[in-house]
């Protein structure tokens, strides 16, 4: 056994002894990159040949890019300057073509010797630098090249062997770092890969006709075809998911040997009372999905079920109807929610859905009433004090709460059933904190209104069985969506008042959404960036500027209210009182409003600067309207040009409402690393070559592998290189969380 730590001892050695501090500095501080192996892992993004050159037109802006091309020409001005009155001052301006489109490289001062003896016309090099835009046309400013010689050039800047190879990797690069020096470290690193230890069974290796890891990992960095490529992928690809299925598999198979109390309903109790008072019947969906977990609540093991549907799919029903049966069963339930607003929210409606039922202990309150008590950091001492007595004495039978409910002062007298609100917003260590407070484990509901794509779920919420509601229930109103471009037409945003104005006059109410609150204090470097943004941004983004500009302007004489993070709760509880009571006319926030809030006099939504906001949240914000019998109107304001991906982006929210296929968009579009916001603990991080839509099928086979391995070796003995690789990524994960807080 002691033999795997010592074949490891190669791949954990620190990079500073390896490759010099200098550079091992800018790797842990830029790439993350500590270790031997982790530089090993640090793939090529992509691969360059040299025949071949890269597609200028492509090139994102504000980007650092690598870019392989040829110099087209190359001129040298002579200017005047503050610093150089003499027409001293020096630019080089170099044009590089890939045949199809063009870039311009400038160089001043100083800096213009080297390249302008270096670079002339018909040279191909390897450039690196930021995209940014200058007089309409694409530029890099002082960029790190490399020259690309061939084997005829009498003396190259590199020894040819380097490049010698037809393909060459270029690096996800940072600009302290370009990507042709990570090749050269990896270059004096690559000799330890044979000394990685295969984390795969052997038996699974071989009968996928997978290369061994030793063999990929040079593959991978000194391919010299693009079938290595391919080869190396596909087995390094197999190592994530594996490991991580592995991961999952073990927490499935840890959590299924827990004991938990059965929880079923009484036949004529709080559920039967509660849905006889219900004004509607539930859709076929919310039985089917309440079947399933009464199913799971009446076992002697927890539920671990994921509960994800769409913009008000009426999850939350389903979930308080759990809740109201484990309270039959003599269990309190318990519901975390991520932000004070959204559990005052939740604590109203759920309130007027139970009516009397939620009067348990007062007189008018039905026989089979229960208390619903909610409970966050901001409330009074004396409420605290009462909701926390209600809970220790079983008095309470469902509790509503935000991160305050895991604090160790909070006791439950038997706590049954915990549902988490918007999963993705806390780590795993938060829900087991909160899971620790029963006698035995409780069962577990977690909700989210992101859809998720099947990938996804299986690879982030590997560890639970998923639920999806995927019908909208009878009355709800369709939402027309449309992208308002306020730089090239600004009367559609003129527009967009009028109609907000009109769905006022017509008794309805309307949310108007900006990135940001307007008062911040932010660091220096933070402020002037956005002064910029502003001088080249109309409306300004703010809450309180566009509030203001609003009320003076083209919605004078309404009542308009602001709601941000930053406010005081009681005064947040009280406008969105006053809003959901329609004494507000429209409400202008930030993304406070984007779970949960449910006013269904709200027909209108404008979003500023809708290209600031994720596809995933811009469908969340969108659900707020259209929640009654009227239609619902969502306006998504840009000042991006049309042909920008960013308009794309909006183009395709405007264009569906189908959330799994917008979170599809979202994933092809964005890393995987934020598909669900950064606070899901671990897991995803580790995805470096892994990418979740197009390998579908790998997860899905590397799940059924994995229960496979645990359900016969659930500690891995027989595995020792799997249990090393497992350590390794839950370190970080730990890491990652500790990091957090």
């Given at each position: 056994?002691?033999?795997?730590?010592?074949?490891?001892?190669?791949?954990?050695?620190?990079?500073?002894?390896?490759?010099?501090?200098?550079?091992?500095?800018?790797?842990?501080?830029?790439?993350?990159?500590?270790?031997?192996?982790?530089?090993?892992?640090?793939?090529?993004?992509?691969?360059?040949?040299?025949?071949?050159?890269?597609?200028?037109?492509?090139?994102?802006?504000?980007?650092?890019?690598?870019?392989?091309?040829?110099?087209?020409?190359?001129?040298?001005?002579?200017?005047?300057?503050?610093?150089?009155?003499?027409?001293?001052?020096?630019?080089?301006?170099?044009?590089?073509?890939?045949?199809?489109?063009?870039?311009?490289?400038?160089?001043?001062?100083?800096?213009?010797?080297?390249?302008?003896?270096?670079?002339?016309?018909?040279?191909?090099?390897?450039?690196?630098?930021?995209?940014?835009?200058?007089?309409?046309?694409?530029?890099?400013?002082?960029?790190?090249?490399?020259?690309?010689?061939?084997?005829?050039?009498?003396?190259?800047?590199?020894?040819?062997?380097?490049?010698?190879?037809?393909?060459?990797?270029?690096?996800?690069?940072?600009?302290?770092?370009?990507?042709?020096?990570?090749?050269?470290?990896?270059?004096?690193?690559?000799?330890?890969?044979?000394?990685?230890?295969?984390?795969?069974?052997?038996?699974?290796?071989?009968?996928?006709?997978?290369?061994?890891?030793?063999?990929?990992?040079?593959?991978?960095?000194?391919?010299?075809?693009?079938?290595?490529?391919?080869?190396?992928?596909?087995?390094?690809?197999?190592?994530?998911?594996?490991?991580?299925?592995?991961?999952?598999?073990?927490?499935?198979?840890?959590?299924?040997?827990?004991?938990?109390?059965?929880?079923?309903?009484?036949?004529?109790?709080?559920?039967?009372?509660?849905?006889?008072?219900?004004?509607?019947?539930?859709?076929?969906?919310?039985?089917?999905?309440?079947?399933?977990?009464?199913?799971?609540?009446?076992?002697?093991?927890?539920?671990?079920?994921?509960?994800?549907g769409e913009v008000g799919s009426g999850?939350?029903?389903?979930?308080?109807?759990?809740?109201?049966?484990?309270?039959?069963?003599?269990?309190?339930?318990?519901?975390?929610?991520?932000?004070?607003?959204?559990?005052?929210?939740?604590?109203?409606?759920?309130?007027?859905?139970?009516?009397?039922?939620?009067?348990?202990?007062?007189?008018?309150?039905?026989?089979?009433?229960?208390?619903?008590?909610?409970?966050?950091?901001?409330?009074?001492?004396?409420?605290?004090?009462?909701?926390?007595?209600?809970?220790?004495?079983?008095?309470?039978?469902?509790?509503?709460?935000?991160?305050?409910?895991?604090?160790?002062?909070?006791?439950?007298?038997?706590?049954?059933?915990?549902?988490?609100?918007?999963?993705?917003?806390?780590?795993?260590?938060?829900?087991?904190?909160?899971?620790?407070?029963?006698?035995?484990?409780?069962?577990?509901?977690?909700?989210?209104?992101?859809?998720?794509?099947?990938?996804?779920?299986?690879?982030?919420?590997?560890?639970?069985?998923?639920?999806?509601?995927?019908?909208?229930?009878?009355?709800?109103?369709?939402?027309?969506?449309?992208?308002?471009?306020?730089?090239?037409?600004?009367?559609?945003?003129?527009?967009?008042?009028?109609?907000?104005?009109?769905?006022?006059?017509?008794?309805?109410?309307?949310?108007?959404?900006?990135?940001?609150?307007?008062?911040?204090?932010?660091?220096?470097?933070?402020?002037?960036?956005?002064?910029?943004?502003?001088?080249?941004?109309?409306?300004?983004?703010?809450?309180?500027?566009?509030?203001?500009?609003?009320?003076?302007?083209?919605?004078?004489?309404?009542?308009?209210?602001?709601?941000?993070g930053r406010m005081h709760p009681e005064?947040?509880?009280?406008?969105?009182?006053?809003?959901?009571?329609?004494?507000?006319?429209?409400?202008?926030?930030?993304?406070?409003?984007?779970?949960?809030?449910?006013?269904?006099?709200?027909?209108?939504?404008?979003?500023?600067?809708?290209?600031?906001?994720?596809?995933?949240?811009?469908?969340?914000?969108?659900?707020?309207?259209?929640?009654?019998?009227?239609?619902?109107?969502?306006?998504?304001?840009?000042?991006?040009?049309?042909?920008?991906?960013?308009?794309?982006?909006?183009?395709?929210?405007?264009?569906?409402?189908?959330?799994?296929?917008?979170?599809?968009?979202?994933?092809?579009?964005?890393?995987?690393?934020?598909?669900?916001?950064?606070?899901?603990?671990?897991?995803?991080?580790?995805?470096?070559?892994?990418?979740?839509?197009?390998?579908?099928?790998?997860?899905a086979e590397a799940r059924q592998e994995?229960?496979?391995?645990?359900?016969?070796?659930?500690?891995?003995?027989?595995?020792?290189?799997?249990?090393?690789?497992?350590?390794?990524?839950?370190?970080?994960?730990?890491?990652?969380?500790?990091?957090?807080?």
């Amino acid at each position: 056994m002691d033999l795997v730590p010592a074949l490891q001892e190669p791949l954990r050695q620190p990079l500073k002894s390896v490759l010099g501090p200098a550079t091992a500095k800018v790797m842990a501080e830029h790439l993350g990159l500590h270790t031997v192996g982790d530089l090993l892992h640090h793939y090529p993004r992509r691969y360059e040949e040299r025949g071949q050159l890269t597609h200028l037109a492509d090139l994102p802006m504000d980007e650092h890019v690598t870019v392989v091309a040829q110099v087209a020409d190359a001129r040298l001005h002579t200017f005047a300057s503050a610093k150089a009155p003499r027409g001293k001052g020096q630019r080089l301006e170099v044009t590089i073509t890939d045949g199809s489109g063009r870039l311009q490289l400038v160089f001043f001062g100083n800096g213009v010797h080297k390249p302008h003896k270096e670079l002339l016309p018909g040279t191909r090099a390897m450039f690196a630098g930021k995209v940014s835009l200058f007089n309409r046309r694409l530029q890099l400013a002082h960029p790190a090249y490399e020259l690309l010689r061939g084997d005829g050039d009498a003396e190259g800047s590199e020894p040819v062997e380097t490049w010698a190879g037809a393909l060459i990797p270029l690096y996800p690069a940072t600009a302290k770092l370009e990507s042709w020096k990570i090749g050269k470290a990896l270059q004096t690193v690559l000799p330890a890969a044979q000394d990685a230890v295969d984390p795969l069974p052997d038996g699974l290796r071989e009968g996928r006709g997978l290369l061994p890891l030793p063999e990929a990992l040079l593959k991978i960095h000194r391919p010299h075809t693009k079938a290595d490529i391919a080869d190396a992928r596909a087995r390094l690809k197999w190592d994530e998911a594996f490991v991580l299925q592995v991961a999952l598999a073990r927490r499935r198979h840890a959590d299924a040997l827990l004991p938990a109390v059965a929880r079923r309903p009484l036949p004529d109790g709080l559920l039967t009372a509660f849905d006889d008072r219900l004004p509607f019947t539930l859709t076929e969906g919310q039985q089917r999905v309440s079947g399933e977990i009464f199913t799971d609540l009446a076992t002697e093991h927890p539920m671990h079920r994921l509960l994800q549907g769409e913009v008000g799919s009426g999850k939350t029903l389903v979930a308080l109807r759990a809740m109201l049966a484990v309270v039959d069963a003599g269990g309190q339930a318990a519901m975390l929610a991520p932000t004070e607003v959204l559990a005052q929210q939740h604590h109203r409606s759920v309130v007027e859905m139970m009516g009397e039922l939620a009067e348990g202990g007062m007189l008018g309150g039905s026989e089979h009433a229960t208390k619903v008590v909610v409970l966050t950091g901001s409330m009074g001492a004396a409420a605290r004090r009462q909701a926390m007595l209600d809970l220790v004495t079983g008095e309470a039978g469902i509790v509503i709460g935000t991160h305050a409910l895991i604090e160790d002062k909070v006791q439950f007298h038997d706590l049954g059933l915990v549902v988490v609100d918007e999963q993705h917003r806390f780590g795993v260590e938060q829900r087991d904190a909160l899971r620790g407070k029963g006698k035995q484990p409780p069962h577990l509901l977690v909700m989210t209104a992101t859809p998720i794509p099947r990938t996804v779920a299986m690879t982030v919420f590997g560890d639970l069985e998923t639920s999806v509601l995927d019908q909208l229930p009878a009355g709800r109103s369709p939402i027309a969506s449309h992208v308002v471009p306020a730089a090239d037409k600004p009367h559609f945003l003129a527009r967009a008042w009028e109609r907000v104005r009109e769905e006022v006059e017509n008794g309805h109410q309307a949310y108007v959404v900006c990135p940001r609150i307007g008062d911040e204090e932010d660091d220096p470097k933070k402020s002037r960036r956005s002064a910029e943004d502003e001088a080249e941004k109309r409306p300004p983004l703010a809450v309180l500027d566009v509030a203001d500009q609003l009320a003076k302007g083209p919605l004078g004489g309404l009542k308009v209210e602001v709601l941000h993070g930053r406010m005081h709760p009681e005064d947040k509880d009280a406008v969105m009182r006053r809003f959901s009571a329609g004494e507000t006319d429209v409400l202008v926030a930030t993304t406070v409003i984007e779970v949960g809030v449910n006013v269904p006099n709200a027909t209108a939504m404008v979003i500023m600067d809708a290209d600031r906001f994720g596809v995933s949240q811009l469908h969340q914000l969108r659900g707020r309207v259209g929640r009654g019998s009227a239609p619902g109107l969502c306006l998504l304001v840009s000042e991006m040009p049309e042909a920008s991906p960013a308009r794309q982006r909006l183009n395709s929210v405007a264009s569906t409402l189908d959330g799994f296929e917008l979170s599809r968009i979202d994933l092809e579009q964005r890393r995987e690393g934020d598909v669900l916001g950064q606070a899901q603990s671990g897991a995803r991080t580790s995805l470096r070559m892994l990418a979740v839509i197009e390998d579908e099928e790998i997860i899905a086979e590397a799940r059924q592998e994995a229960t496979a391995v645990v359900a016969t070796d659930p500690e891995l003995e027989s595995l020792p290189g799997l249990r090393t690789a497992l350590d390794a990524l839950l370190d970080e994960e730990r890491e990652q969380y500790l990091e957090k807080g």
